[in-house]
Nanobody, 119 residues
Framework: QVQLVESGGGLVQPGGSLRLSCAAS????????WNWYRQAPGKEREYVAA???????NYSDSVKGRFTISRGNAKNTVDLQMNSLKPEDTAVYYC?????????????WGKGTLVTVSS
């Protein structure tokens, strides 16, 4: 059973930093990409950042230059370094991984970790 578990969320003051991590277990397929999404209260889930199996990265305009996605040191882990945090970054952050197995597209989500940016 594939499970994704996020960690590292919490309360931080505006301008501060947090580092989120996502660890996947039960992976039986080739991962094409890791993604981070977030969902603020009363809003739809939105894309934050992605890293492909080849190491290419992509960011939403709202976090570009402040957030950095990277593979973790352990296998099947990914991190999101968040700097210069703003109150509008407050959201539940979700880890997502996608791949293909036997020609079937796979898509898995974690349960999320809450990030609150407030003074």
């Amino acid at each position: 059973q594939v499970q994704l578990v996020e960690s590292g969320g919490g309360l931080v003051q505006p301008g501060g930093s947090l580092r989120l991590s996502c660890a996947a277990s039960g992976i039986f397929f080739n991962i094409n990409a890791w993604n981070w999404y977030r969902q603020a209260p009363g809003k739809e889930r939105e894309y934050v950042a992605a890293i492909t199996s080849g190491g290419s990265t992509n960011y939403s305009d709202s976090v570009k230059g402040r957030f950095t996605i990277s593979r973790g040191n352990a296998k099947n882990t990914v991190d999101l370094q968040m700097n210069s945090l703003k109150p509008e970054d407050t959201a539940v952050y979700y880890c997502n991984t996608r791949g293909v197995y036997n020609y079937v597209n796979l898509n898995y989500w974690g349960k999320g970790t809450l990030v609150t940016v407030s003074s």
